[in-house]
């Protein structure tokens, strides 16, 4: 009896959360779904509802794995709610946890992988890991070179290194191809006042 009394024992504290341990965040509530795309709620549905079937034609069969991506988001935001490092970087990890699930599951034409891509650079750029979080934003670049984001990310990580002619590299690679997107226009103008 005492055996297995033990044995009960390590298998409880095995399994119980611990205090301290990161937990991926799952929309629940409306404030949770707020904070989100709209895809994410569409998955939250059975695939036969229409909304589901709308989101899974728009982003494809990988619309499967998004319910991840969606808590990554999640996560990330929650992360930003704690004081200590060590908590923050615990719910970073988490969140990278769920990205790496999509980008590992999903086909590399997966339309959402230039944003998913780039919430991983900025998960990445919170756990000081900028060599990552350049690697990420070119990878989100070359996915889909229209994606402003991706490289206004990169430039301001040029650019707050003090790498002012790469961040202007960057801009004017993306302007070539979004020659109206204020966004670039206005990094453009601030690179230049530097010079």
Known sequence: MTKIFFILIIAASITLPKPGLAITIWPKSDKDWSMLPPFCKARSYS????????????LGGDFIHVHHYCAALLTF????????RVD????????????????????P?????????????DIFLELKNVTNAVMYLNKAIQL?????????????????????????????????????SRAL???LKKLQAKK
């Open 144 to 180: 889909n070179p229209k994606f402003v984001p991706a490289y206004t990310r990169l430039a301001d990580i040029y650019y707050e290194r003090g790498q002012n002619d790469e961040a202007l590299k960057v801009v004017n690679q993306a302007l070539k191809i979004k020659p109206h």
């Open 109 to 121: 034409n997966f339309r959402l992988l230039p944003h998913i891509f780039k919430t991983k650079a």
């Open 185 to 187: 226009n206005k990094r």
């Open 47 to 58: 695939d036969k509802h229409p909304t589901y079937k709308s989101w899974q034609r728009r």
């Open 88 to 107: 923050i970087a615990e719910q970073l990890n988490a969140a990278m946890s769920e990205i790496d699930y999509v980008e590992h599951s999903s086909r």
């Open 77 to 84: 935001n929650d992360a930003h709610r704690y004081t200590k």
